[in-house]
């Protein structure tokens, strides 16, 4: 039994869009959208003293499999971050409750979904 095949035409464009994955530097290309989402986060965070808002930063870890975007915040409240008791609520120190807010979730949904047409629109175009 044989099999055969044939092909006509180029492969110049795949040959271009493989160049371009190997040489692409996500961690840039990620860059503006971490800054998006401090900024977001920022405006997003219920503010008593404003602390919690201007605490936000991010940190990018990228492997040459994958990229992570973390934000991050630095206001520490008695070991406890104050924007996680801001997003899930917390216990008073007189037994009381203080219901949490999901302010973090909807600030960043326009950041994921910038990232994904961003990402995509990259790896699509030559």
Known sequence: MNISFTTRGSFDRMERFLKKMVTLD???LVKPYAQQGVIALKDATPKDSGLAAESWYYEIDATPRHVTIR????????????????????????????????YINPALKPIFDNIADGVWKVVTTS
Request: glycine share 20%; with cysteine.
């Open 26 to 28: 996500i961690h840039e």
């Open 71 to 102: 934000w991050c915040n630095r206001d520490i409240e008695n070991g406890f971050p104050v924007a996680v008791m801001l997003q899930y609520g917390y216990g008073t120190g007189t037994g009381g409750y203080v219901q949490g807010r999901d």
